[in-house]
């Protein structure tokens, strides 16, 4: 099992007994309201039996409690090795609290130091501006702007894409 420290936070791989927090996470409406339409607990299942092959997949804990309070991971590319996506998620009960700009340094740092990965890209909803604020803190980039390209619960909204170097990320540590 992966593991991955922050001053605050144990980033720990998915186990089993994880289902009940991923469930809970990916059924809350405030959380998918910028990822995905709601899926049923039979797709949320198969995501997470994803999530436990995965080798790049955590949970988000404090130092000494079991609690989850969120998850976080990089996808690598099949086509390009040199680059990965990443994605986030925190309870709505623990956000604006730091946790995902702490979680993403460390994965960032991970990713950067103990893969072949040279570049990360993240998208997100032009109007999820908290993550936004995550992303830039961690000196993401915007690279793109996609007007009305993602669809969301019969809606479009704005999707931008961010992306971080090696070198941007290794430039500012």
């Keep these: ?58 949970v988000i804990r404090a130092h000494g409690d079991e609690t989850p309070l969120g998850d976080i991971g990089l996808r690598v590319s099949q086509a390009h090795p040199g680059e990965a996506d990443i994605g986030y998620s925190i309870l709505p009960a623990f956000q604006g609290r730091g946790i995902a700009s702490e979680a993403l340094r460390a994965l960032c740092e991970y990713a950067f130091y103990q893969t072949p990965v040279e570049a990360l890209n993240a998208w997100v909803l032009a109007e999820n501006t908290g993550s ?25 909204y704005d999707d931008w894409s961010f992306r971080l170097t090696k070198a941007a990320f290794v430039a500012g540590s």
């Design 132 to 156: 936004v604020r995550v992303l830039e803190k961690a000196r993401f980039r915007r690279v793109e702007s996609m007007e009305k390209a993602f669809l969301l619960n019969d809606e479009y």
């Design 1 to 58: 099992m992966l593991t991955l420290l922050t001053p605050r936070f144990t980033l720990s791989s998915f186990q089993e007994t994880d289902w009940s927090f991923f469930r809970t996470l990916r059924q809350n409406s405030d959380v998918m309201r910028y990822m995905a339409n709601i899926a049923s607990e039979a797709d949320t299942r198969r995501i997470f039996e994803q999530r436990l092959k995965e080798k790049n997949a955590f």
